[in-house]
């Protein structure tokens, strides 16, 4: 089972992806200072199923782990081009075939999915849920274009304003660039925060946890296997 990373870890893979270039210099340090402060009360996997069992809530999920070495994306081509972008790696696809498995036998239920249209984040959607529908104010922010981390995490904002998830729950599956702008949350690849809409319009982060971190609570409830005869 893949285990949540400790703080130096986190540090140290932060950094690494600055010098890579897969993050923004800033965003590389604010990432580095968010998980060196930790998450304060944020509940983890074992708190949040129950309550993700009742429905109501926001699963903000980062795409699952992808290809290294990976390509850099090319924002000139169209996002359905999954060749000039950076794409999911074998792990990514059992990992998110893995989380969808564990959300199901929990009895979680999720309704409207929708993701980023890169194929990473789709991926992700349709291996994790069996569907989704691509929509562009989950999409990346454009490093040499217009589409800046502010505009991104504005149009992350806009979108969860509308939602309400009724005694279901929704799932939006993005980067973590502009989830970091929008909400100060910095998820690991496959990672997910869960967050509710309070009555004022507001919204609040409850918790986070790795996908593969209900996969033990999944088994708990599909009980003990039969014996082999």
Request: with cysteine; hydrophobic share 45%.
């Amino acid at each position: 089972m893949r285990k949540r990373f400790d703080g130096a870890k986190l540090g140290f893979l932060v950094a690494a992806a600055g010098m890579l270039g897969l993050m923004s210099p800033e965003l590389s340090a604010q990432a580095q200072a968010q998980h060196t402060a930790g998450h304060g009360n944020s509940l983890d996997a074992g708190a949040l199923v129950p309550l993700l069992q009742k429905g109501g809530y926001i699963l903000l999920i980062r795409h699952e782990r992808t290809e290294v070495p990976a390509r850099a994306d090319d924002y000139s081509k169209p996002t359905t081009d999954c060749m000039a972008q950076r794409n999911l790696s074998v792990a990514g696809y059992a990992g998110s075939q893995e989380t969808g498995k564990a959300l199901s036998a929990l009895d979680i239920p999720v309704g409207m999915v929708l993701a980023s249209p890169m194929c990473r984040s789709m991926d992700t959607a349709r291996f994790m849920f069996g569907r989704t529908k691509a929509d562009s104010r989950l999409m990346h922010h454009d490093p040499a274009g217009a589409r800046t981390l502010d505009v991104a995490a504005a149009d992350m904002k806009a979108l969860v304003a509308t939602l309400d998830p009724g005694a279901s729950n929704i799932a939006l599956v993005s980067h973590v660039a502009n989830i970091w702008r929008a909400y100060s949350i910095s998820l690991a690849e496959g990672e997910i925060a869960v967050l509710q809409k309070q009555g004022d319009g507001s919204i609040k982060v409850i918790g986070q946890a790795m996908g593969s971190d209900f996969g033990p609570f999944a088994r708990i409830k599909l009980g003990p296997v039969p014996p082999v005869e």
